[in-house]
């Protein structure tokens, strides 16, 4: 099946900071989303971007599908931004689509 | 208010039981899966569903089971021959398979 691998495992920064978070996937996609995992468990929806680049707020994706990978900006970083970053892919398996996910990157950001 | 609702948020259970975890939404979406995450990891697909009546095994399905007789709900039977079943249950829907997923708040189990 296909396989999503996310780096770094874990990020540490002071508040303020800027951030790169990578997601590369071993397979062709239809579909990719980014979430935050708050520190309560619920998975909070980034984007939802199969191709190109979004941007919200503090918050840019970018996903070069020919490439396979996608990556996360989180600019000037605040404390809330803590949490874990989960990348997940849909792929066509046997005219069904699942969503897969990477391991997640977790990220701190002190004050 | 439009969205996902697990529940319990917290569930105790006992060794040889069987427990029934809820999931509704109100969105209107065909489709609806159900994920285990344990501590540090990632999320694992248990089963999915594309539309009512109608269920496909994840990656993980041993022990477990569901039924889709509603659009509205997804309910996951963690049964007794669940060797491990102490984890983090996330429940999520989307419009359509592969369109953008929702995700509930999730519940705790926990055999004691």
């Known amino acids: 099946g296909i396989q999503v691998e996310q780096s770094p495992p874990d990020l540490i920064l002071q508040e303020g900071a800027n951030s790169t978070l990578r997601c590369n996937f071993s397979?062709?996609?239809?579909?990719l989303q980014w979430f935050h995992q708050n520190p309560w468990g619920q998975l909070i929806n980034l984007f939802y971007?199969?191709?190109g680049t979004k941007q919200n707020g503090r918050l840019s994706a970018t996903t070069v599908a020919t490439e396979r990978y996608s990556l996360l900006y989180i600019s000037s970083s605040q404390t809330t931004d803590s949490g874990v970053y989960f990348c997940a892919v849909s792929s066509l398996i046997q005219g069904a689509q699942k969503l897969v996910f990477g391991q997640g990157t977790r990220l701190t950001i002190n004050p | 208010d439009g969205g996902i609702t697990q529940s319990p948020k917290y569930l105790f259970r006992k060794e040889g039981q069987n427990v029934t975890l809820s999931c509704e939404q109100n969105l209107n979406h065909d489709a609806m899966y159900w994920y285990r995450q344990d501590p540090g990891q990632g999320l694992r697909l248990i089963y999915y569903s594309q539309i009512v009546n109608d269920f496909q095994k994840g990656d993980i399905a041993e022990g477990y089971s569901v039924s889709r007789e509603k659009k509205e709900s997804f309910p996951l039977t963690v049964t007794s021959a669940q060797k491990n079943p102490t984890a983090f249950y996330l429940c999520?829907?989307?419009?359509?398979?592969?369109?953008?997923?929702?995700f509930g708040q999730g519940t705790r189990l926990t055999v004691v």
């Open positions: 397979d062709s996609v239809n579909n």
């Open positions: 999520a829907s989307s419009i359509s398979s592969g369109k953008s997923a929702f």
């Open positions: 971007i199969p191709s």
